[in-house]
């Protein structure tokens, strides 16, 4: 039996990540007979206590449903915590946004791929944004990744945390790529309801995440200019900024 966790932070976005989840509940429900084989179970993590009550309580008799409530959200540290924390709970990770939706078939087309490709559980699959058109996209910016490929790094360190929101997919990418241990997979169809595409989905949260815009591209510009890939190697060029809110 194949376990796969999902991961899903969430901040001021009760709204989509309604429909996040009840994507991710009606994929599940029409793949009954599939999952006898394998397992799901899904994490919510918010920063907002109220936010996290309402969760909880809205989803308090789905036992495969979690709510975390965190302190603070910095994006690798974020992941690499729950990829540590979690390690015995999955063989597969899934890193999803609370602005996405998932297809009704994925869960059924995604379990066969990862057998078929990945069966030692040593490889990153991305997901594919279907309806997102443009060939600018991460092909990692959501994914899949195997418990054995974690091991590479040290305490499961996948995500480069000398980023703070953006461009640590596009590191765990290329590294994955050089390696041979990443596939794209078209038929793995999500939605992302990204508001560089859907303006009248802008918010806040969208606002604070762009903030760090800048600093994280002019530091990845710098690692690549000096081919550090994080995984190839985890030589750090700068210290960690500040968390803000």
């Not at 449903?65 to 302190?71: A, N, Q, V």
């Not at 030692?120 to 309806?131: E, H, K, P, S």
């Not at 929101?165 to 999500?190: M, P, Q, T, W």
């Not at 030589?235 to 900024?241: E, G, S």
Request: charge should be neutral; proline fraction near 3%; include cysteine.
């Amino acid at each position: 039996m194949s376990k796969l966790l999902i991961v899903i932070p969430s901040h001021k976005r009760i709204d989509k990540l309604t429909k996040c989840v009840q994507s991710i509940i009606k994929a599940k429900k029409e793949n009954n007979l599939l999952l006898i084989d394998n397992d799901i179970k899904l994490i919510l993590s918010f920063d907002i206590e109220e936010e996290y009550s309402y969760f909880k309580s809205l989803y308090q008799y789905y036992t495969w449903i979690r709510c975390d409530l965190i302190s603070s959200y910095k994006a690798p540290d974020f992941w690499n915590m729950y990829l540590l924390k979690e390690e015995n709970t999955y063989d597969w990770f899934m890193y999803l946004n609370d602005d996405t939706t998932v297809n009704e078939d994925l869960f059924e087309q995604l379990f066969p791929t990862l057998e078929c490709n990945f069966n030692d559980y040593d490889g990153v699959v991305g997901l594919n944004q279907a309806n997102l058109k443009s060939p600018t996209n991460c092909k990692a910016a959501f994914g899949v990744i195997g418990k054995k490929f974690t091991e590479r790094f040290p305490s499961k360190q996948v995500f480069c945390n000398e980023f703070s929101r953006l461009f640590l997919d596009e590191e765990l990418y290329y590294f994955a790529k050089s390696i041979n241990k990443f596939i794209y997979c078209e038929h793995l169809k999500i939605n992302h309801f990204h508001p560089a595409f859907y303006p009248t989905m802008k918010d806040s949260t969208h606002d604070s995440v762009r903030r760090y815009t800048h600093e994280d591209r002019r530091r990845f510009n710098i690692r690549q200019a000096r081919n550090k890939v994080w995984g190839n190697s985890f030589d750090k060029l700068f210290t960690d900024l500040p968390n803000k809110k």
